[in-house]
């Protein structure tokens, strides 16, 4: 697998909401060896649903130039190529991340560049830029918007961006169990991100809420660490085999009769996907 080496100096931007120190905890403690098989794309509703939303969208086409900004871990860089056929580049903070996303794709046999440096350091002309749960970590988000158009093909290109829905559901959740999540998250409406999408002068606009109402989406994270005997009662016993429940059901719906259940309201993601030129 190719890699690149170069480091740029890690110098958090000053309009971040997080550091380095932050994404290394993060990816130090999340991984997964079954990012290859992509089974986790057809057993999730969230990644299913998505995925058939990215397959309405976007065009199977070999050689064609990705970018994942965000890409620790390396699972997306995985699911475009192998879905897509998409030559693939991936840019994290992390060190950890970086490593881990090396890892995956090599043992997924795709031939990547993974790039450990500052985004708004970044050069070249991409035909699809995606990014998951990466803008809601600036004050700032239209501003790394803007840098992802100016690293799109001239004539075309597309801009894909997920974020979490700290206005629904989840964002209850978090607000009443981990208010702590709004220090590192920027709350970004619907209307703002489809709003900044115009602004920054890319057409054909697709945005929506992704998911649907699955108590995963319950910061299970913290009362783990805190509270694991009330986590161990309250998970297995209740939320989860209700989470379960709610996931087949879910993709059930969807594949069988065509229904989404999916609303802003409570949504664990909010997404919007705009094309650059005319």
Same mark, same amino acid.
């Given at each position: ?56 969208? %976007? $065009? =199977?086409?070999? +050689?064609?130039?990705?970018?994942? /900004?965000?890409?620790?871990? !390396?699972?997306?860089?995985? &699911? ?71 690293? %799109? $093909? =001239?004539?075309? +290109?597309?801009?894909?961006?997920? /974020?979490?829905?700290?206005? !629904?559901?989840?964002?209850? &959740? ?82 069988? /009769? ?21």
């Amino acid at each position: 697998m190719k890699t690149n080496e170069r480091i740029a100096t890690m110098t958090p931007n000053a309009e971040e909401l997080t550091d380095h120190a932050y994404w290394e905890g993060v990816w130090k403690r999340k991984d997964s060896p079954h990012w290859g098989d992509l089974g986790w794309v057809r057993h999730r509703y969230n990644w299913f649903a998505w995925d058939r939303l990215l397959r309405a969208r %976007l $065009r =199977p086409q070999k +050689g064609e130039r990705l970018l994942e /900004v965000g890409c620790a871990g !390396g699972k997306w860089l995985i &699911y475009f190529h192998k879905t897509f056929g998409y030559s693939v580049t991936g840019c994290d903070y992390s060190e950890t991340g970086c490593a881990t996303a090396r890892r995956n794709l090599r043992a997924a046999g795709i031939d990547g560049t993974i790039l450990q440096r500052d985004l708004f350091s970044l050069t070249g002309e991409f035909d699809v830029i995606y990014s998951h749960g990466l803008i809601e970590h600036f004050n700032e988000p239209k501003s790394v918007l803007k840098k992802f158009v100016s690293l %799109l $093909r =001239p004539a075309s +290109g597309t801009l894909i961006s997920i /974020v979490p829905n700290l206005t !629904g559901l989840s964002g209850f &959740y978090n607000r009443l169990l981990k208010p702590e999540i709004f220090t590192t998250h920027r709350v970004i409406t619907l209307d703002e991100l489809s709003g900044w999408y115009k602004e920054i002068g890319l057409h054909a606009i697709e945005g929506g809420a992704l998911g649907s109402f699955v108590p995963f989406m319950f910061p299970r994270d913290k009362i783990r660490r805190e509270h694991p005997r009330l986590y161990r009662f309250f998970w297995r016993a209740c939320l989860g085999p209700l989470s379960w429940a709610a996931n087949r059901l879910c993709i059930w719906l969807f594949r069988h /009769v065509g229904i989404r259940i999916e609303s802003p309201r409570f949504s664990p993601y909010l997404y919007a996907i705009g094309e650059k030129g005319g």
